[in-house]
């Protein structure tokens, strides 16, 4: 089993087409195989800096590094070397220094694709003459990926539902260089919840960015591999090691998978929550371990904790009203009688305020945090001290 990961370096990819790495790396470590990047880098002009460094980034940072690397533009010679052979035999002809191919009128062409086990077919004449090299000396996509593939073994092409319609052109490259073609799996377009392809526009953002917003690589994965992919069950939530264990082509749904960023924040949660304290301030950046345990139960992504913690290092600025200082007061004299700075001890005389002065409990967020919630109050007051808190009555 040999698949490889074929993105054009024109720009940072979203997560959705990120998936489609994700399950090249599955079904290549399910059935021990090898799994390769191929840069296809053969359109010069729409090719953007970088884009090439930031997919490997990607890929190393989730874990899911390819076995090995290929990139299209260093192999021109291979390329020209099979347009000429589909000129001499006839299935290809020059024109304007370009090398086009002709799949005759009545030529059919079918595959049976592994999502949902469906044939597909196409006539010839509903597919139009197609370049395969330019005169610029580059091949087209459809050459290089056709030559690639078959070069380099691979024995099934995973990608977008999108590139459907170049199969027949591809398959008559087959036929015609006497090559067997690979098992073709196009997986269903991902859709966002206006029912549209999802696009950056919807918010669909690169694993770059969404790491930097603070999700876990775990949360990211496990989020991707669930558009349009279902081990069975209500299980959901799996490591990366799990997911390889149940990958299976028969469980790839035909039907477009939805992406909702509301799921993935729900992920994030739930694998926040399952890293060890230890390894979440790790994560955070913290050594408070104190801080990062109570924080654990409330973050959504990690950059929550600066967030939520924020108030522990910097007095918050506030504005208080004329009632919000008798309510100062009042809290001031009673912790003040506070022998063990204890949670318990704590909790017992903010709700003896609350209750007496009639305050809801975002009254004495404000007046300790700036913000109206947060993290558990009693709890966070006996990591910031009493004389810190102090100092914040102190207004
Ligand atoms: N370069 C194509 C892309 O950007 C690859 C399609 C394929 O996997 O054959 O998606």
Redo the contacts with the bound molecule.
Sequence with gaps: MKV?????P?GVPHIG?TR?ALFDYLLARKNKGIFILRI?DTDQKRLVEGAEEKIEEILDWLGISPDEKLKQSERLDTYKKYAKELVEKGVAYEKDGAIYVKVPDEKKLSWTDAVGNKQISFEGKDVEDFVVLKSDGYPT?HLA?VVDDHLTEITH????EE?IS?VPKHLFIYESLGWKPPVFVHLPVILSTDKSKLSKRHGAKSVLELRDEGYLKEAIINFMALLGWNPGGDKEVMSLEEMVNLFDLKDVNVSNPIFDIKKLDWMNGVWIRKLSVEELAKRVGSKDLKLVELAQSRMTTLNDFGILTNFFYEKPKIKLDQSDRIVVERLAKELSNVKTWKTEEILLVLKKVMIEEKVKMKVLYKIFTGSESGLPLPQSLEILGKEKTFERLNV
């Design positions: 490889r990961f074929a993105p054009s024109t087409n489609t296809e996509y990926s092409v995973i990608r977008g590139w170049s």
